[in-house]
């Protein structure tokens, strides 16, 4: 099962409790632990998040530069839970826009947890996903006949995806706001939406059970007759 999260509400969290938005991006790194671990222990075969996207470079420069330390000493301190874990870890998105030392951690994290064979942790930083489309796009114009395998091989090597992935299965997004906001538009063709108005700092392991109980719940048909109306069709 893949399972993406759009990580929406650190801001509000904090405004609500009348403290700095730095602070509420803190309480959301500690909710991404919380729910790596578990969703590693239900048995979850990738995880993506949402960390950065391209457009939230437009934001205060403080609270970028804010955001960009809690990613570094995420991949600093929990490299090695991952390995502890082994969960494998991937870094989507632009990297032409990051700085050599984050690189250098990236690649670090990635390496180190490369062969570990449990849950596949992918963070989507400066990630657009329009963006990754045109840039497919772009190295294919010159093909004759695009093929998908061909076109997802692009896609992959676009957004530096490690390994391949099946599609999205369950998206959920925290926060309150029910939209994509350029977050893996390929992959969520048929994925299931889950909108909560839990903000992010506050999504536990129980707001997860939640989520997964609801999409237990629902019938995928990718485009084709339910059960539910085939069974009718043949009663009648």
């Known amino acids: 099962m893949h399972i993406a999260v759009i990580m929406d509400g650190n801001g509000r969290w904090a405004a609500r409790r009348s403290l700095p938005r730095t602070a509420g991006h803190r309480a959301g790194a500690k909710a991404v632990n919380t729910l790596v671990e578990g969703a590693a222990r239900r048995g979850i075969g990738v995880l993506t998040l949402y960390a950065f996207s391209a457009a939230n470079w437009s934001r205060p420069r403080g609270e970028v530069s804010a955001l960009f330390a809690l990613f570094r000493r995420h991949l600093i301190t929990q490299t090695e839970r991952c390995i502890a874990q082994d969960i494998r870890l991937n870094v989507i ?29 992918r963070i989507a930083v400066d990630y657009s996903s329009q963006h990754s489309l045109l840039e497919v796009s772009r190295r294919l114009r010159a093909a004759p006949l695009i093929e998908q395998e061909q076109f997802l091989a692009q896609l992959a090597a676009v957004d530096h995806s490690a390994a391949p992935v099946p599609q999205v299965d369950l998206l959920i997004r925290t926060g309150g706001e029910q939209r994509l906001s350029d977050f893996l538009l390929w992959e969520c063709a048929y994925a299931e939406l889950y909108f909560t108005p839990c ?38």
């Open 199 to 236: 903000s992010w700092p506050d999504f536990d392991e129980a707001a997860l059970d939640a989520a997964l109980a609801d999409y237990a719940g629902r019938e995928r048909r990718f485009g084709q007759v339910s059960v539910a109306q085939l069974a009718a069709r043949d009663r009648a």
């Open 93 to 121: 998105g632009r990297r032409d826009r990051l700085g050599a030392d984050l690189l250098r951690l990236i690649e670090r994290s990635e390496q180190a947890t490369a062969h570990a064979r449990g849950m596949h942790l």
